[in-house]
């Protein structure tokens, strides 16, 4: 690497890279500051992957919308709950935490979705299925 190169973390959610911090070590828990998820840093064959240390649990889920409402200051609408049982039931029927307010099932639709995470909130003060608000 040289002195210009910046090292990455790829987050398997959001399927982005972000900036790894001095200090951090193979092992670190870290969360991803685009999607909110906590990462378990490893480092693999083509750089720094962040593996996801409780895969398909509740705990997983609450922790990472959680941090993601907290990371752009939204909170969270009056649907919260419904939204993280139907996270869970998607999670159960397809393998992934998928936006239970829309139909397609591909990684850009792991909540928070890529609309939300590209600024759907700023715009409309919520993203498509009411899970986070702008704050007033």
């Known amino acids: ?3 210009h190169e910046i090292e990455r973390v ?3 959610v959001c399927l982005a890279k972000f900036k790894f911090a001095e200090g951090w070590k193979e092992g670190d828990l870290v969360i991803c500051p685009i999607c909110g998820q ?5 480092r693999g064959a083509e750089g720094w992957v ?6 398909g649990t509740e705990k997983e889920i609450r922790e990472r ?5 907290r990371l752009r200051g939204y909170v969270f609408g009056d649907v919260k ?4 049982e139907g996270l869970m039931g998607k999670y159960k ?13 591909t990684p850009e639709y792991q909540c928070p979705c890529k609309p939300t995470r590209g600024g759907d909130v700023e715009k409309n003060g919520r993203c498509y299925c009411w899970f986070f608000l702008k704050k007033t």
Do not use: Q, W
Request: hydrophobic share 35%.
């Open 1 to 3: 690497m040289t002195v």
């Open 10 to 12: 790829f987050c398997p």
């Open 38 to 42: 906590k990462l378990k840093l490893a």
């Open 50 to 55: 962040g593996e996801r240390p409780e895969k």
């Open 65 to 69: 919308s959680e941090e993601f409402a």
């Open 81 to 84: 709950e419904e939204i993280i």
């Open 93 to 105: 029927r397809f393998g992934d935490f998928y936006c239970p307010c829309r139909m397609n099932h």
